[in-house]
């Protein structure tokens, strides 16, 4: 029963254009939704966050939109560059922070950026 | 940021040996680490939650027999495998949280193969 879903296995995009990078989640009891980067080789690393509180959180060519009442949230890159090329991992938690554990994964999508 | 290790980053072992893996945060004192598995084309699956000085806390259906964590200081978490088996085999990943940076921070992961 996977809770956090993410139904692209892979995406493919050009250098310059938008990467829109989707989840969808089962459980409205979610309260803070978190964006993770993994390179091959290396553990995931924490790129951005939204609580649900907000709709919308912005950080450099970063942003995540979060659809409460679709269960949905995006991460759109613009522009795309090739060393965003990796892994991304959407996670769930039931607590402010997912600071205790309880990150609820998704399966990944693979974002491959072409010059 | 605050780096996380893990050794050995990948064994291969005979079914039925025990392995230890372990994680160190580098840089910083982690009051919490994760472990993490994830089999192929699957998402990272919490298995359990330890403290520094406590017993871990697992997560429903991991075998807290099989699975020894044991968390002796503030930047140390092992794992041990016991009597391994092929179905083992799996991609451990391990985290540690520290208060100041209210952020997981992962490892880069352990290859375990069980022949």
């Known amino acids: 029963d996977q809770q956090v879903k993410q139904n692209s296995p892979s995406l493919s995009v050009q250098e310059g254009r938008i990467s829109i990078l989707n989840c969808d989640y089962t459980n409205s009891m979610f309260d803070y939704f978190l964006w993770y980067k993994k390179y091959p080789a290396e553990g995931p690393t924490f790129l951005i966050s939204i609580s649900s509180i907000k709709d919308k959180n912005e950080d450099g060519r970063f942003t995540v939109f979060l659809n409460k009442s679709a269960k949905h949230l995006s991460l759109h890159i613009v522009p795309s560059q090739p060393g965003d090329s990796a892994v991304y991992f959407c996670?769930?938690?039931?607590?402010?922070?997912?600071?205790?554990?309880?990150?609820?994964f998704g399966k990944g999508t693979k974002l491959s950026v072409k010059p | 940021g605050a780096v996380v290790s893990q050794h050995p980053s990948w064994v291969i072992c005979k079914s039925g040996t025990s392995v230890k893996i372990e994680c160190r945060s580098l840089?910083?004192?982690?009051?919490?680490m994760f472990w993490y598995r994830q089999f192929p084309k699957q998402s990272l699956m919490l298995m359990a939650t330890?403290?520094?000085?406590?017993?871990?806390?697992?997560e429903q259906g991991v075998e807290k027999d099989k699975f020894l964590i044991n968390h002796a200081s503030l930047t140390l978490s092992t794992l041990t495998v016991t009597s391994a088996h092929p179905e083992d085999s799996s991609f451990y990943i391990c985290s540690a949280f520290s208060p100041p940076y209210n952020e997981q921070f992962f490892g880069p992961g352990t290859r375990l193969t069980v022949l």
């Open positions: 996670a769930a938690s039931f607590n402010y922070g997912g600071s205790q554990g309880n990150l609820i």
């Open positions: 840089d910083f004192q982690a009051t919490t």
């Open positions: 330890s403290n520094e000085g406590s017993k871990a806390t697992y």
